[in-house]
């Protein structure tokens, strides 16, 4: 039994080749592309995969769409980003599990080493974070418009490899325009958490590092000055400070990611009010 593999892909030239050499073990990487202007088709094509294009409205549609219309060769469905690595000890515990026709599991989730600047940023990068990559196409939903999060008709898995995360292979004015974008999802959805939603004060304790980060996530909503709150959050009690000159970097960077967000959100207050911005 084997894997099959969905890319979603838009203006990837730089980072495809290494994400699909380290995938040459699959029979079966379907590209779903939101139709790229440079190389990104004709790369995806010389390695063999099947392409396929489609429109891109949120993530969440777009992976919807690539796991429910395209039809895949193998049971389980392995979807990195065309900025990460398959390292060959993931490949083969992917495939071992994909080998077991018992497992209950409706999708898997993988840990990531997120690199910046040439070194891994284990402690700025909030480490360890799940994130998941494996999953039966026919098992799993995806919902929220920005960062979508999985809901899985069955138990969730975890696996112990992990993979390598290239963030700015595309360069920091590519970083900072993806985030443009992400900033104004994450306003209009910050706004909808503060209006109908209480603190969810018992997930702090829950069992999952997920449900506590949204939790946090959610807190960190309420919270004056929130970008210096999240920078002395990752740098000093996460301690981003032991990644070096990289780590400072990145947390003021997400720092500055959490400033458009709460600047945005100011912004439809006083669109909602009819006042100038």
Known sequence: MSISVLIM??????????????????????VLDSYSTDKTIEIAKAAGARVYQHKYE???KQRMYGLKEIEF???????PDADEITPEDLRDEMLAIAADPDRPEAM??????NMFMGRWIKHSSLYPTWITRLARPERIQYERECHSRPVGDGP??????????????KGMTAWFDKHNRYSGFEARESLQILRSKKIPW????SATPEARRRALKEFS???????????AYMYFLRGGFLDGWQGYHYCRLIASYEYMIVIKMRELQRRELGLSV
């Open 108 to 113: 898997f989730s993988a840990r990531y080493k």
């Open 73 to 79: 060769k193998h049971k389980w469905v392995y979807m």
């Open 9 to 30: 892909t838009l203006n990837e030239e730089e980072s495809l080749p290494a994400c699909l050499a380290s995938l040459t073990w699959c029979d079966d990487i379907v």
């Open 156 to 169: 969730t898995g975890r696996l112990q490899s992990h993979f390598v995360h290239y963030s700015f292979n």
């Open 58 to 60: 949120t993530e969440t």
């Open 221 to 231: 909503y309420r919270l004056p000055f929130r970008p210096a709150a999240r920078f």
């Open 202 to 205: 018992t997930s702090f304790f």
